[in-house]
């Protein structure tokens, strides 16, 4: 099984940090494949980066080669359901993996994050996959930090006060370290928490597999159909090509 890990931020070392969170959970035989997108922001932040992430993200599936799944490996799943629409195989967005991962061990989960910016943006992520009613709240680290790819690193203490808090005062039964630089941080600080936490790449990772290994055909009637074949002008040619196709 090969399946795509796809950060459309353009930190390489952040992707580096998911790929060896993800490979250290595939099952034997899966290959896990990365893609960093070639511009846009360091970490998506804000609404107007989830929308140029997304739209890098979906030129990068439609130039990837062929895998049996994708991961879109930011927290707030830019392009996710657009990339359903376009693309035949399955593909996973790393906040949807971790909520519904979540979801299975506890009534409500709380989110811990590393910058006060993404807040707004992951509580529309949560209510956009309908979850709000799960979500026991977004709690995240206030101030700055040296790099993207040692947040975890240097913030750890804080962000372990963050998740307490979370489970003493806003009664979440699960945590979720969320945003792609806090990938790993939850297996390494597990036993220092009172309620299980799930990592959004082991989460994704795992659901992927078991997505693809359905063998899903491509929708050809509801939401999820492919849609009508329309030309372009300006777009990455294997973008275009993909919204032109009509096989």
Same mark, same amino acid.
């Given at each position: 099984m090969r399946l795509l890990l796809l950060n459309p931020n353009t930190s390489r070392d952040v $992707?580096?940090?998911?790929? =060896?969170?993800?490979a250290a959970v595939a099952a034997p035989g899966t290959e896990i494949l990365t893609a960093t997108a070639p511009r846009g922001v360091p970490?998506?932040? /804000?609404r @107007? &980066?989830?929308q140029i992430g997304g739209a890098i993200a979906l030129e990068m +599936?439609?130039?990837?080669?062929?895998?049996?799944?994708?991961?879109?490996?930011?927290?707030?799943?830019?392009? +996710?359901?657009?990339?359903?629409? +376009?693309f035949d195989h399955p593909v996973i967005g790393l906040a949807e993996a971790a909520m519904l991962?979540?979801? /299975?061990?506890?009534?409500?989960?709380?989110?811990?994050?590393?910058?006060?910016?993404? !807040?707004?943006?992951?509580?529309? $992520? !949560?209510?956009?996959h309908g979850l709000e009613r799960r979500c026991a709240g977004?709690? @995240?680290? &206030?101030?700055?930090?040296?790099?993207?790819? =040692?947040v975890q690193d240097e913030k750890e203490g804080q962000l372990l006060e963050l998740a307490r808090a979370m489970v003493e005062e806003d009664g979440a039964d699960v945590l979720i370290f969320a945003g792609a630089p806090l990938s790993g941080l939850g297996p390494r600080v597990r036993e220092?928490?009172?309620?299980?936490?799930?990592? #959004?790449?082991?989460?994704?990772?795992?659901?992927? &597999?078991?997505? =693809? @290994? #359905?063998?899903?055909?491509?929708?050809? @009637?509801?939401?999820?159909r492919r849609p009508d074949?329309?030309?372009? /002008?300006?777009l990455a040619p294997a973008l275009a090509a993909r919204i032109g196709r009509t096989d």
């Open positions: $992707t580096e940090l998911m790929r =060896a969170t993800a970490y998506i932040a /804000t @107007a &980066e989830a +599936l439609a130039e990837a080669a062929p895998v049996d799944a994708a991961i879109i490996a930011a927290f707030g799943d830019p392009g +996710l359901s657009g990339a359903r629409e +376009l991962t979540a979801c /299975t061990l506890g009534r409500r989960f709380g989110l811990v994050t590393f910058a006060r910016a993404l !807040v707004p943006w992951y509580e529309e $992520t !949560v209510a956009a977004v709690r @995240a680290l &206030e101030g700055r930090f040296s790099a993207l790819s =040692a220092r928490l009172p309620v299980p936490v799930v990592d #959004q790449v082991v989460a994704a990772v795992k659901l992927a &597999e078991a997505v =693809a @290994a #359905q063998r899903p055909r491509k929708a050809t @009637a509801g939401t999820f074949p329309k030309p372009s /002008t300006g």
